[in-house]
């Protein structure tokens, strides 16, 4: 598991040297499991046989997780309508510790938009998404949570913990989060918690690169997230 951790966090193929010596495991005992997880199908090879990295079966995995999981499911009539209402980029996430996992994604109708993919991990301190889902937690667990120093994804991300818990407190007030080019600069994102839980698990959220966010795009996508939470609250009110 610790491998197949460590090549789903890092893409690519890596040599048996760097692997070791990212995870400190003796070089016998690396090299046997590595041929075991080859063998069955977890981990693949370069043509030398000498490179590795994440193999097809993880991906057979990590698909039936998303088909199996009910919230993805009860919300694909809604993520399509926000999609429509809002034509921005939609996703719908899950905090999983200290970060947030995109679980399905609806893409922009514009020419110009962000990147996305099912299974990417963003810091849950970076984003609308998590901090929609931190907001539903009480200060005192979000300092238990995150470290005192948080990572700077970019210049504008907020790296003081007390700071964060500050803004925490309106994102409660107001009902959604904002990232303001925290995570990705030209790219502005706003989240609401689904409360089936309590604290949440899972968020939605919309993207929309600054250069296109006028103050009335801005007030119908607010518009369409509370009602998108409402719909969503009603779908998984039993899950």
């Not at 199996?68 to 921005?88: F, H, I, K, N, Q």
């Not at 937690?137 to 907020?158: F, G, N």
């Not at 964060?164 to 989060?177: D, K, M």
């Amino acid at each position: 598991m610790l491998l197949l951790e460590h090549f789903a966090a890092r893409p690519g193929l890596h040599s048996l040297a760097d692997i070791q010596h990212d995870l400190s495991l003796p070089k016998s005992s690396l090299y046997m499991l590595l041929r075991t997880l080859v063998n069955l199908g977890w981990v693949e090879t370069d043509a030398t046989g000498t490179r590795y990295g994440i193999g097809v079966r993880a991906l057979l995995v990590g698909s039936s997780y998303i088909d199996g999981d009910e919230v993805v499911a009860a919300a694909r009539p809604t993520l399509d309508r926000l999609s429509d209402d809002t034509t921005e980029t939609i996703h719908l996430a899950r905090m999983d510790g200290t970060s947030v996992v995109y679980l399905a994604t609806r893409p922009s109708q514009h020419y110009l938009r962000p990147f996305t993919r099912v299974g990417r991990r963003l810091p849950v301190h970076s984003t609308a998404l998590g901090k929609a889902l931190l907001a539903t937690h009480s200060d005192e667990e979000v300092r238990a949570l995150l470290p005192r120093r948080l990572e700077a994804v970019t210049e504008h991300t907020i790296t003081d913990r007390e700071r964060l818990v500050e803004e925490l407190a309106l994102v409660r007030e107001q009902g959604y989060a904002v990232d303001r080019e925290e995570n990705t600069l030209g790219l502005r994102c706003f989240g609401v918690a689904v409360p089936y839980r309590t604290p949440a698990r899972d968020a939605v959220s919309c993207s929309v690169p600054v250069a296109r966010l006028t103050a009335d795009h801005e007030l119908r996508i607010k518009s369409a997230l509370f009602e998108a939470r409402d719909r969503l609250s009603v779908a998984t009110r039993r899950m």
